[in-house]
């Protein structure tokens, strides 16, 4: 059984539908802003770094030495961790911040939002028991 909806309701759907579309909004400018070059030297050390930990990893595979294995492997994963690192100093870091007082001001609207939503729902479900 379909009902259309009463205009209160359509008005909440709107809003809701704009608050989402604001926050979508807000999410692709945050997100896209935080991407930047990549940082080559970075990937190049950290590159070669996991190769000799490769090397020392299957140094200590073929003397049979865990140690010496367990020390190439750990060497590979900061070879990894290093050339996915995010550059430093770069304009990726300062974008997120000074976006933080309109995303705050959004959240401060949504939860405002949400907490009317609450206590309406909270009102019709007194209303009916």
């Not at 990549?38 to 930990?53: E, M, Q, T, V």
């Not at 020390?71 to 000074?98: K, Y």
């Amino acid at each position: 059984m379909k009902m259309p909806l009463s205009e209160h309701e359509q008005r909440l759907l709107d809003e809701m539908e704009r608050s989402l579309y604001h926050n979508d909004t807000d999410f692709v400018n945050t997100s896209s802003s935080g991407l930047s070059r990549p940082n080559y030297r970075a990937a190049a050390l950290g590159a070669l770094i996991a190769i000799a930990g490769i090397g020392a990893l299957v140094a200590g595979v073929i003397t049979r030495l865990p140690v010496v294995g367990v020390i190439g492997f750990a060497v590979m994963f900061v070879g990894v961790l290093i050339a996915l690192s995010p550059r430093r100093g770069s304009s990726s870091t300062d974008s997120p911040t000074q976006s933080r007082p309109t995303a705050g001001a959004a959240a401060n609207h949504q939860a405002g939002f949400m907490d009317r939503l609450n206590e309406r729902w909270d009102k019709r479900q007194d209303g009916t028991h």
